[in-house]
């Protein structure tokens, strides 16, 4: 279950996980006197939602607990998540005790895995965890697209929802839900295929909690065709976390500079 593969082709918040939802998709053309908002319009509001400009951008860094549950395998891991200044480490412990521990420094993006070793991701792939790592992304979603689009208004995952589609500054498609009533995002649905994934995926973002004024999702449910995950966040803390924590493992540092990299 290494870092790169569970990547999410959209944006993130602070989860990092893997793969379900339920989501009923069908468009609705708004009536004629019923007029679209823009884009930025939609993420203003979702700004304001999750709390204010002011929340999303107060702390530098921030860790996250949470519980990682994989089906159809029926395995469960814990995990805990860095993040500052655009840097993150995440560490997944198995039931064996065995802990897959992945990371972005801010130019490498690379996995350990207790069974397969250390790996760096390559190309497109790094941009989606440099994405991931930004911790205030949901501050700015705006900046990591080179267009974006309200497209109609949309059931999602039994939300009324604008429906957003967008080309990310990488190339790769997106499609965004935004409650319509609350102003929150309710989840994505993306093709994976680009990075080796099995194709259509969805995520769902539910049980927002406030964190020091900060409206945050605490449940991330993502499926596809081969199965779903769901991770519950446990535990939101903010600026305790040393610039050490980032250092790049030995044995990643050795592949780096075979990969021409550091």
């Known amino acids: 279950m290494a870092y790169f593969e ?16 339920s989501a009923t998709l069908g468009a609705q053309n708004p009536s004629p006197s019923q007029s679209l908002p823009t884009a930025q319009q939609v ?16 702390h530098r860094s921030m860790t996250v607990h949470a519980k990682l549950v994989l089906q159809p395998q029926n395995l469960s891991f814990d995990q805990v998540s860095y993040f500052k200044d655009g840097r993150v480490l995440q560490e997944t412990t198995y039931a064996d005790g065995s802990v897959d521990r992945s990371g972005f420094d801010g ?17 497109n792939v790094i941009e989606s965890i440099r994405r991931d790592a930004d911790m205030h992304y949901f501050g700015h979603v705006l900046d990591y697209f080179k267009s974006m689009d309200v497209v109609g208004i949309t059931e999602f995952a039994g939300h009324t929802c604008y429906h957003l589609k967008g080309v990310n500054k990488w190339g790769i498609e997106n499609e965004h839900f935004y409650d319509t009533t609350t102003g929150l995002l309710v989840g994505y649905r ?25 409206l945050m999702p605490t449940s991330d449910a993502q499926s596809d065709a ?10 939101v803390t903010f600026d305790e976390i040393p610039d050490s924590k980032f250092a790049l493992p030995d044995p990643i540092k050795v592949l780096a500079a075979k990969n021409g990299r550091k």
């Open 190 to 214: 993306f093709d994976s295929s680009w990075r080796g994934g099995p194709g259509e995926e969805h995520e769902v973002f539910s049980d927002y909690r406030n964190f020091d004024g900060w």
């Open 107 to 123: 130019a490498v993006a690379w996995d350990i895995d207790p069974k397969n070793g250390p790996a760096v991701a390559k190309d």
């Open 226 to 235: 081969k199965g779903s995950a769901a991770t519950t966040t446990l535990s």
């Open 6 to 21: 569970r990547v999410r082709s959209c944006a993130s918040v602070l989860g990092w996980a893997f793969l379900l939802a």
């Open 43 to 58: 993420m203003d509001r979702f700004v304001a939602a999750q709390g204010g400009h002011e929340a999303i951008f107060r």
